[in-house]
């Protein structure tokens, strides 16, 4: 599907979601509530077959913290953008896609490791790559006590 | 109620486990795996990361463009020229830069360089692992032509930082053609010998044949990418799918096997060198004349927006994700590594064999440690 189908095909599943077409992608902003839903259908639906989950990356947009899901399929060779953010600073939280692409599972607690947001229903949510102790490196208000990066 | 002795003992009997690493030889760096054991049986493998997490994604935000080039050397060092590749295309694709053919087909040619050095070692490493000492020596031997060709041009051995964004550091060596043409010409004549001594060899193939499989649809689902996924039947390349700098021009075979166990992720490696040396040979007697870098502002800021670009590393798809705001430095920056993803389905594929299997599998994986941490 080229992007004004791949377009069109989010719109038929539901109405009120933010698309825009990129240079790139086809990138569809939707809340957290709606992502899982619309995930499954991606992956599922024989129309579209998004089964290969290219790249999961945690943002921090300042006020907000965000997921951006790149989305490919190894069959029609199309690829979408999903993006999702939630302004609960203190406890974010967003589902996990962990059961539809296994790939997910470690790119989850990468970002959880690192932004802090947390996934529902994730097999084994723990910090990856740091202790316990450490703040969320790549949030913006994260102070650096050692000061080795400045901004 | 108390715990006998008898209790105790046969508890343990059932499930055990075991630190490896992360200081192990065959980890190939400091990479801690927690395996739990049913007498030799591998129950589950549980990765513990992070001792050589530097930050690279945190850092990336507070340095220039030009800069972040020298971080990604050290993500995966055996592929660093085509890290360097992918922030450069990255960065000029969100500029619209038009680069010219000469400096398209040079860092062709230098991928895939790196790419036939990075599974020489991988060759060595893995022929070491499963207790074949010579194939360290022959590997390191050979790769040694390859990095002197790098050293004379770019003045790096593994680090080369030959690319910026816009172009090239420095022109070419004048030697740099007859060196490459003498080294795939010596390396053609060598590539048998590797077969023979490993492919062939009876031992290395009871160790590999039929151990660690993986299927077409874990490989996606994981996301496995590189010559691990397509030893699964994944046509993952992203050369062929989405061809960056010269590639849509050169004739090549994807190398695609069905089986997906640790021999045939050992072969689609060594016949990547294979067409990688096809590739050079199309493009080392026509590199067009031009200019070696385009000139860029001495300031180089992204116009708002997102960028993703993915290219083929020696390990797999690396892809790069820019957020820029319109500053000098980038908001986000995330790097999709190969390793870091393919890491995630060695529990899957090392269940229920043996220990020693773990070995064989998780080197044909090929690791790079700093690719996975970051």
Aim: aromatic share 10%; charged share 30%; with cysteine.
């Amino acid at each position: 599907m080229n992007k004004i189908e791949l377009g069109e095909f989010i719109k038929s599943t539901d109405q009120d979601l933010e698309i825009k077409e990129g240079k790139q992608f086809v990138e569809v902003t939707l809340p957290p509530s709606k992502l899982y839903s619309l995930a499954k259908q991606l992956k599922e639906r024989e129309e579209v077959k998004f089964d290969f989950l290219d790249c999961l990356s945690g943002v921090d947009y300042g006020h907000d913290l965000g997921v951006v899901y790149h989305l490919r399929s190894t069959i029609y060779e199309h690829a979408i953008v999903l993006k999702t953010r939630t302004s609960d600073r203190e406890n974010p939280k967003l589902d996990s896609v962990s059961d539809l692409w296994r790939t997910a599972e470690f790119h989850e607690r990468e970002v959880y490791d690192l932004l802090g947001i947390k996934f529902n229903n994730h097999p084994d949510l723990r910090r990856l790559f740091l202790d316990n102790s450490w703040g969320f490196p790549l949030r913006k208000d994260y102070v650096d006590d050692i000061t080795i990066v400045t901004k | 109620m108390e715990e006998t002795v008898k209790d105790i003992i046969s508890k343990e009997k059932e499930e055990y486990t075991i630190n490896m690493g992360p200081q192990h030889p065959s980890t190939h760096g400091v990479l801690r795996f927690v395996v739990s054991l049913r007498g030799e049986i591998v129950k589950n493998v549980e990765p513990h990361l992070g001792y050589i997490h530097r930050g690279i994604e945190k850092m990336c935000e507070s340095i220039t463009y030009p800069q972040i080039i020298h971080l990604t050397d050290r993500m995966d060092y055996l592929s660093a020229h085509i890290n360097n590749e992918a922030v450069c295309l990255t960065v000029e694709k969100a500029l619209e830069v038009d680069i010219p053919d000469r400096i398209k087909v040079i860092r062709t040619i230098m991928s895939e360089l790196t790419r036939i050095q990075s599974h020489q070692l991988f060759w060595a490493s893995y022929g070491m692992d499963l207790g074949g000492q010579t194939c360290f020596f022959y590997g390191l031997r050979d790769r040694e032509k390859v990095l002197d060709i790098f050293e004379e041009t770019t003045g790096g051995r593994m680090i080369v930082s030959y690319n910026c964004p816009g172009g090239l550091m420095y022109d070419l060596h004048p030697n740099f053609q007859k060196r490459v043409k003498d080294f795939i010409k010596y390396f053609r004549k060598i590539l048998p010998e590797y077969d023979a001594i490993l492919t062939g060899n009876v031992i290395f193939r009871e160790r590999s044949i039929g151990i660690g499989p993986l299927s077409l649809e874990d490989a996606i689902s994981y996301g496995v990418t590189g010559p691990s996924g397509r030893a699964s039947g994944f046509s993952c390349d992203v050369r062929k799918h989405e061809p960056y700098s010269a590639y849509d021009r050169v004739k090549f075979n994807e190398v695609l096997y069905k089986e997906g166990d640790t021999y045939h992720r050992y072969l689609a490696r060594i016949e990547e060198m294979r067409e990688s040396m096809n590739i050079i040979d199309q493009l080392i007697d026509n590199i067009p004349e031009g200019p070696y870098a385009v000139k860029m502002k001495p300031v180089i800021k992204l116009p708002e927006g997102e960028y993703y670009q993915r290219v083929e590393t020696a390990r797999g798809e690396l892809g790069v994700f820019i957020i820029s705001d319109g500053n000098k430095n980038p908001y986000r920056v995330k790097f999709r590594s190969p390793n870091f993803v393919n890491l995630g389905v060695l529990n899957l594929i090392s269940k229920d064999f043996k220990i020693a299997d773990l070995v064989a599998i998780a080197g044909s994986l090929d690791f790079v440690i700093p690719d996975i941490d970051r």
